[in-house]
């Protein structure tokens, strides 16, 4: 019998776990037919995209304000599209912002599609009441990490089913090896903001990396942004980069760098499954800070040292993120090895404490039971 499938991502982290979930179900030979919003990885299983999450990948309030038009417009498109295709299930990953408008909006025109979310809204950082509401348009929340449990037991279905990233099947610890490694990467993020914030920066930590020291900097990214950030390099005059699109690439050289530098973000948790050592950046406007930061619950920005409930990775947010300060804490892990190990060690404990095996049987299991 075949099963109607509408995936809705936001942003590139949603759409590499959906590609994941889309070739488990696939090896399921299952008569499944999927329409989603997604990127370049969703469309790379062959899965016609109503619209590109590029369309929807916005940072920070101010950002989300004055495209706020579009977002609306992007919502009703969705509603609209998913009512047409009625499938038997909506399987929606994180960017609540947006999943939840469009979810609501389904479930009051129509209650006979299941929703399943995965990613629980962080309400342990912040607005915690957002958890109440959830039952009213999530049938099933698909739980990361092991002690968000606790604060939606009682409130709305959920299960734990462990990050995809580090399936078992997909996943390995090793011992972190270094052999005088001779690339750095920096991740400044996948959004059109993003770039703008963390480029400018970057380039500053580039230059005065090249003034001591002999790397090639090797930036991931995605293949909208390739030309971007090509041309951020080239008028700074640097031509000592790679930038890769490919996941294998990309995995290799994050695998084989000295340090990476990441803004935060899940693309953390990948730096993380390629045990390169890495300091955690952010920053955004003054305004956009200052408005969420009374919201704020948590000491650290990075999932990994909210779990350990210290500073295991380092980081460096907003008026530390610059270059001066960046590069001091860089050049720390550069003159002494044995800090990178320390660091891959100590965040491999963490990491232990929530890899689930097959996580992506469990997550595939869910959307179609």
Same mark, same amino acid.
């Given at each position: 019998?075949?099963?109607?499938?509408?995936?809705?991502?936001?942003?590139?982290?949603?759409?590499?776990?959906?590609?994941?979930?889309?070739?488990?179900?696939?090896?399921?030979?299952?008569?499944?037919? @999927?329409?989603?919003?997604?990127?370049?990885? @969703?469309?790379?299983?062959?899965?016609?995209?109503?619209?590109? @999450?590029?369309?929807?990948?916005?940072?920070?309030?101010?950002?989300?304000?004055?495209?706020?038009?579009?977002?609306?417009?992007?919502?009703?498109?969705?509603?609209?599209?998913?009512?047409?295709?009625?499938?038997?299930?909506?399987?929606?990953?994180?960017?609540?912002?947006?999943?939840?408008?469009?979810?609501?909006?389904?479930?009051?025109?129509?209650?006979?599609?299941?929703?399943?979310?995965?990613?629980?809204?962080?309400?342990?950082?912040?607005?915690?009441?957002?958890?109440?509401?959830?039952?009213?348009?999530?049938?099933?929340?698909?739980?990361?990490?092991?002690?968000?449990?606790?604060?939606?037991?009682?409130?709305?279905?959920?299960?734990?089913?462990?990050?995809?990233?580090?399936?078992?099947?997909?996943?390995? @610890?090793?011992?972190?090896?270094?052999?005088?490694?001779?690339?750095?990467?920096?991740?400044?993020?996948?959004?059109?903001?993003?770039?703008?914030?963390?480029?400018?920066?970057?380039?500053?930590?580039?230059?005065?990396?090249?003034?001591?020291?002999?790397?090639?900097?090797?930036?991931?990214?995605?293949?909208?942004?390739?030309?971007?950030?090509?041309?951020?390099?080239?008028?700074?005059?640097?031509?000592?980069?790679?930038?890769?699109?490919?996941?294998?690439?990309?995995?290799?050289?994050?695998?084989?760098?000295?340090?990476?530098?990441?803004?935060?973000?899940?693309?953390?948790?990948?730096?993380?499954?390629?045990?390169?050592? +890495?300091?955690?950046?952010?920053?955004?406007?003054?305004?956009?800070?200052?408005?969420?930061?009374?919201?704020?619950?948590?000491?650290?920005?990075?999932?990994?040292?909210?779990?350990?409930?210290?500073?295991?990775?380092?980081? +460096?947010?907003?008026?530390?993120?610059?270059?001066?300060?960046?590069?001091?804490?860089?050049?720390?892990?550069?003159?002494?090895?044995?800090?990178?190990?320390?660091?891959?060690?100590?965040?491999?404990?963490?990491?232990?404490?929530?890899?689930?095996?097959?996580?992506?049987?469990?997550?595939?299991?869910?959307?179609?039971?």
């Amino acid at each position: 019998m075949l099963k109607k499938i509408f995936i809705i991502t936001g942003e590139s982290s949603g759409d590499k776990i959906a590609s994941l979930v889309i070739k488990k179900l696939k090896e399921k030979s299952l008569d499944i037919q @999927i329409l989603a919003i997604g990127g370049e990885n @969703i469309k790379l299983e062959k899965i016609e995209c109503i619209f590109d @999450i590029k369309d929807i990948a916005y940072m920070g309030f101010i950002d989300v304000l004055k495209n706020l038009f579009s977002i609306k417009e992007k919502i009703n498109l969705t509603v609209k599209k998913i009512l047409e295709f009625n499938p038997d299930v909506i399987f929606s990953i994180d960017s609540p912002d947006f999943s939840y408008r469009v979810l609501n909006k389904v479930k009051n025109i129509n209650n006979k599609i299941r929703t399943v979310h995965l990613v629980a809204p962080q309400v342990w950082a912040w607005r915690e009441n957002r958890k109440k509401i959830l039952y009213k348009f999530i049938d099933h929340l698909l739980l990361l990490f092991p002690f968000e449990k606790k604060y939606f037991e009682g409130l709305i279905r959920n299960s734990f089913v462990g990050h995809p990233f580090f399936d078992f099947s997909v996943f390995k @610890i090793n011992k972190f090896e270094d052999n005088n490694k001779k690339y750095f990467t920096l991740c400044p993020g996948s959004r059109n903001a993003e770039l703008k914030t963390f480029m400018p920066i970057f380039i500053d930590v580039i230059k005065k990396i090249n003034l001591n020291y002999n790397f090639i900097f090797h930036i991931p990214t995605s293949e909208n942004n390739k030309n971007l950030i090509n041309n951020y390099l080239k008028k700074s005059k640097i031509d000592n980069f790679i930038i890769t699109t490919d996941e294998i690439e990309k995995n290799f050289y994050i695998k084989n760098s000295i340090l990476t530098i990441s803004k935060s973000g899940t693309i953390t948790l990948d730096i993380c499954k390629n045990q390169c050592p +890495l300091i955690v950046v952010y920053k955004t406007s003054w305004l956009n800070y200052l408005l969420i930061k009374p919201f704020i619950n948590t000491k650290f920005g990075n999932i990994l040292n909210i779990i350990a409930q210290k500073e295991v990775i380092p980081e +460096l947010i907003q008026g530390k993120c610059n270059a001066d300060e960046i590069y001091k804490k860089t050049k720390e892990f550069i003159d002494n090895n044995l800090l990178g190990k320390k660091l891959v060690t100590e965040y491999a404990k963490v990491l232990e404490t929530i890899i689930v095996p097959d996580s992506l049987e469990k997550i595939s299991n869910f959307v179609i039971e």
